[in-house]
């Protein structure tokens, strides 16, 4: 009788985990090979193609699968898009994170001393990393980046307006690795064996809890207080409720059911019932969900694709903004990609009409655009400056413009749809001239590596000299040699709204 109660129970566990907790999938195919190992996987926002962007420990790189495209040749290992032209990357071993310009190859420092290891908050020079890994934008401010300093044992962040340091939380973290969110609260893995989730109050404060696993490592399926894991290095989200965790001691794949507080086997090898997790027969160290397809990548630099799965269908709705720029947004849904205007879209996921569900996606603007400028400022009366023929002044501007054109080289194009701007005010007289090179609004100073090669040209070059002395200097006039700068020209995308410098807002 004890016997046959015993049994009844067992099967009964092993019925609840293969038919609620598990997933399966038909297709098991290797996508690419890389060179290097595989930390980090997204789609690449920039191509808009379908293809990833890959950071291993040799290179950056774009692939579609069939070739690859460098973008850096050194190690990057986390990353994180900002928009479809700017990517924040952790160059973990030299202890510091930059933003990269697709656009033009530019890179900045933006946290961390690149070369030196150390722990400290504070300012670009004076915060400190220890092996910065994975980087995801806070859900709740965009202009946030939330960082896993893995031998620091904490969790950091940068403000990339003001590209302060600080830490968010320092307990229930040992060697953190992989992020990904839960709704507003964040989850992360710890090498050491287990899941941590993250939590936000009313005012702010952070605080966090082992929520699955333990520092007890082994290969256990269950509730998340008797699951196992071993080196756990990334999460990645399937929907609202379920993520999927690299198992990367085990070379497992696992699926975590927040909403059930359960963690379950993933099954590609015709496994029925699924009860344990396949082997995936190498080192897996990071996931990426695209549309329900899973791909993995491997220590050996292998990237393996998982397709056709039987996972509940499940919808939320979705928001994105588009880049400074942009008239249309190119956005990846549950099943398929979508190029749409800003507005509400109401969405459809599932093909048989039992399972399928609704979602709505928002698009929207963004309300502040900044735009690279040259700015030169002349000490003119201005009295004087009222007498010149107009038809001279824009002669003068015209040819400025050619000039600019030759210090922005392949770098930057001059605006040919924006007249140049002109103020006299105290004998001041300033004149800007905008480009086409667009910035997002989290964006408050010029990438440094730009910056500093434009003022190279302009100090160097027969242009800037004669921007400089565009007005001649003279005791008539009163001018004296011009200063030329590179600044960023901020503006509204709604042309009835008013910029307002002091609150960096549209009105």
């Not at 046959?4 to 999938?25: D, E, G, M, P, R």
């Not at 992020?179 to 064996?193: A, H, K, P, V, Y």
Request: hydrophobic share 35%; aromatic share 8%.
């Amino acid at each position: 009788m004890k016997i046959t109660w015993l049994l009844t129970i067992l099967l009964a566990c092993c019925i609840l985990v293969t038919s609620k907790y598990s997933i399966s999938y038909q297709n098991f195919d290797q996508f690419f090979q890389t060179t290097g190992e595989v930390h980090h996987l997204e789609l690449d926002r920039y191509r808009n193609d379908g293809s990833l962007l890959v950071s291993t420990n040799i290179n950056f790189l774009t692939i579609d699968g069939t070739t690859a495209a460098i973008i850096i040749p050194r190690p990057v290992h986390g990353f994180t898009q900002v928009n479809a032209t700017h990517v924040v990357i952790t160059e973990s071993s030299r202890h510091c994170i930059k933003m990269l310009n697709r656009n033009n190859g530019a890179e900045e420092l933006i946290a961390g001393t690149c070369g030196t290891a150390g722990y400290a908050e504070g300012g670009l020079g004076v915060g400190q990393f220890y092996y910065p890994y994975g980087v995801k934008l806070d859900n709740r401010n965009s202009g946030i980046l939330l960082v896993t300093d893995e031998l620091n044992h904490a969790l950091r962040s940068v403000n990339l307006n003001t590209q302060e340091v600080s830490t968010v939380i320092e307990s229930d973290s040992m060697n953190p690795l992989g992020l990904s969110w839960f709704d507003q609260q964040l989850l992360f893995t710890n090498t050491q064996g287990y899941i941590s989730l993250v939590s936000w109050s009313a005012d702010g404060t952070a605080s966090s809890k082992v929520l699955a696993g333990s520092i007890m490592e082994n290969d256990v399926l269950g509730n998340f207080n008797t699951v196992k894991f071993r080196y756990p290095f990334d999460i990645e989200r399937i929907d609202r409720k379920r993520q999927i965790i690299a198992d990367t001691g085990n070379r497992k794949l696992k699926l975590m059911d927040l909403d059930k507080k359960m963690v379950g086997p993933v099954c590609f090898r015709g496994e029925n019932p699924c009860r344990e997790s396949s082997d995936l027969l190498e080192t897996p160290l990071s996931i990426l969900n695209v549309g329900g397809d899973i791909y993995i990548g491997m220590m050996s630099g292998k990237i393996f694709k998982l397709s056709g799965n039987d996972l509940p269908t499940t919808c939320e709705n979705m928001m994105d903004f588009m880049s400074a720029g942009q008239t249309s947004l190119s956005v990846e849904l549950l099943q398929s990609s979508l190029s749409a205007d800003e507005g509400v879209y109401k969405m459809v996921y599932g093909n048989k009409a039992a399972e399928s569900c609704t979602y709505h996606l928002v698009v929207k603007k963004p309300m502040v655009v900044r735009r690279l400028a040259f700015k030169v400022e002349y000490q003119i009366s201005c009295i004087i400056m009222k007498e010149y023929a107009e038809w001279a002044v824009r002669l003068l501007l015209s040819k400025a413009k050619n000039l600019l054109q030759e210090v922005c080289s392949y770098d930057c194009k001059m605006s040919s749809t924006s007249e140049p701007s002109l103020d006299c005010t105290n004998d001041l007289l300033t004149i800007s001239w905008l480009t086409n090179e667009l910035y997002p609004s989290t964006i408050l100073e010029l990438p440094a590596v730009l910056r500093d090669e434009l003022k190279r040209r302009l100090n160097q070059s027969e242009a800037g000299r004669n921007l400089k002395a565009m007005f001649p200097a003279d005791n008539k006039t009163g001018a004296k040699e011009g200063t030329v700068s590179i600044v960023f020209h901020s503006s509204c995308t709604d042309n009835s709204q008013t910029y307002i410098p002091e609150t960096d807002t549209c009105a």
